[in-house]
């Protein structure tokens, strides 16, 4: 059989330190893999004009799956000012690569595991009667990620056209003498199919891995079309899967339940940007940045990254001190993605034992401040966690 081809994408900063990581890890763990270099990235912007070349594209369609680092963004002025000078004043403008690639390949299901794995500092805990519990948090969320507040759908000042349509809601009433400029709409667009496609992906997952619930998180009482076809379609669905409940909270309540009982979630479904928060509110229970890692998956490509950035000031350290799991678990989710599974346990299973042990801990996990020093005062370094992972693996 011929060799399973992955598009690396390392982009900037620390992307570059930690995707080289995950792919040791990878290999030691007996994935029988060949990684293809695409550029993409900040640097890429500054040189070329475009942070997404399409040669990438290009890759990214022939091999169908991309493990990705992190990007570098900065606001438009310092766009315009680091870009090469031969490139200025001819129209290039900056936009979000990842977006981009969502957008492109249609990635619109994004998935992101929140677990707890026993022993880590950063897990949450709860004061109880008997002194201090540490419950096991198991969610995966479930998040439209290419409609809702993210479409890009958005004015300020709009259009006359734009405002003589939103004036035919009643609503819009109490705004329509707003001058334009003190005016500035952002809409929610959610499409029934895209809608239908996250909601069933959410029970498919919920059942395949014995979850007992699915959690629409989204705010139907109050935007009623949105959210609430959300709800309508999850109803449908839940129809055709007996053994799971369908349960139904808002994303204000959601944000306060999850410090109170984290462990009472299953799966979890959204539209973009409660999608975007919820998942970082469960994230932040489960070991924040250094753990989070998240799925883009598409209909013919699906990308995975950690959730975290560039962090670029942490990628000029002489020695690293990052946390490489996020990027190590992005690619278990890729190994899953790809029907590995065996290969994606043992990866997990792993890890799990080297944070248990608790002799290998990154500046985060040692809760140190994110300093060179933090190696002195005992931290691991990137390395140090990437090769007490590979040393684990059963
Ligand atoms: P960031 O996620 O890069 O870093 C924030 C902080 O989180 C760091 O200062 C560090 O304390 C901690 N951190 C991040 N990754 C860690 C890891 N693996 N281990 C331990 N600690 C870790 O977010 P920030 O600083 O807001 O953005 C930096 C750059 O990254 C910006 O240019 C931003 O636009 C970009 N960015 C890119 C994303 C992507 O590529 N998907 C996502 C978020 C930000
Ligand atoms: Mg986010």
Redesign the pocket.
Known sequence: MARRTIVTMP?DG?GKI?LPEALRVLEAAGFDFEPVHADIGWELWCREGNPLPQRTIDLLEEHGVGLFG?????PPAEAARELAPELRGKGHVYYSP?VGLRQHFDLDVSIRPCRTFPGNPLNFVRRSREGVEEPEVDVVVFRQNTEGLYSGVEWTNPPEQVRAAFATHPKFARFADVPGDDLAISTRIFTRPAVRRIVRAAFEYAAKHGYRSVTVCEKPNVIRQTSGMMLAEARAIQEEFPGIELWNTNIDAQMMWLTKNPEAYGVIVSGNMFGDIVSDGFAGLTGG??FAASANIGRTCAVF??T???????ASYETSI??PI?MILSAVLMLEHLGEQAIADRIRAAIARVVAEGRVR?Y?MARLP?SPDALKQGAASTTEMTDAIIAALD
């Open positions: 982009g620390i930690v992190a990007i570098t963004s900065k990842i940045l250094g990254e950690p975290h950035g560039s962090a670029p000031k942490y990052v946390n996020a990154t985060d994110g």
